[in-house]
């Protein structure tokens, strides 16, 4: 697919981007090999290959599920205005 200096022009007026009229013969070029390479991947069969998430297989280390922490939250609500069974009391904005 190869793009016209006018359809570059019209994308970077599309895309709010200034582009000097010096630049875009190269400007043609450069984006010439990017679609270029874009139709050899498009051509490459692919039928058979499984999608991947990652290109290596990859295993996330997992630690034990065990609490590490002690429990603090008498101390966290000692500050607040009002709570009622360990929850934080708040006025009723909407009616």
């Known amino acids: 697919m190869a793009l ?3 359809e570059i022009q019209r994308i970077a007026h ?5 582009i000097d009229d010096t ?31 990652h290109a290596q297989a990859l295993a996330l280390p997992l630690r034990d599920d065990k609490v590490t922490e002690p429990d603090r939250r008498d101390h966290y ?3 607040a205005p009002a709570i009622q069974d360990g929850l934080y009391l708040v006025p009723k904005v909407i009616e």
């Open 23 to 53: 630049l875009l013969p190269q400007l043609q070029q450069q984006l010439d090999s990017i679609f270029g390479m874009i139709d050899v991947l498009s051509r490459i069969d692919t039928a058979g290959v499984l999608p991947m998430a």
């Open 14 to 18: 599309l895309a709010r981007i200034k």
């Open 4 to 6: 016209s200096q006018n």
């Open 77 to 79: 609500q000692q500050g």
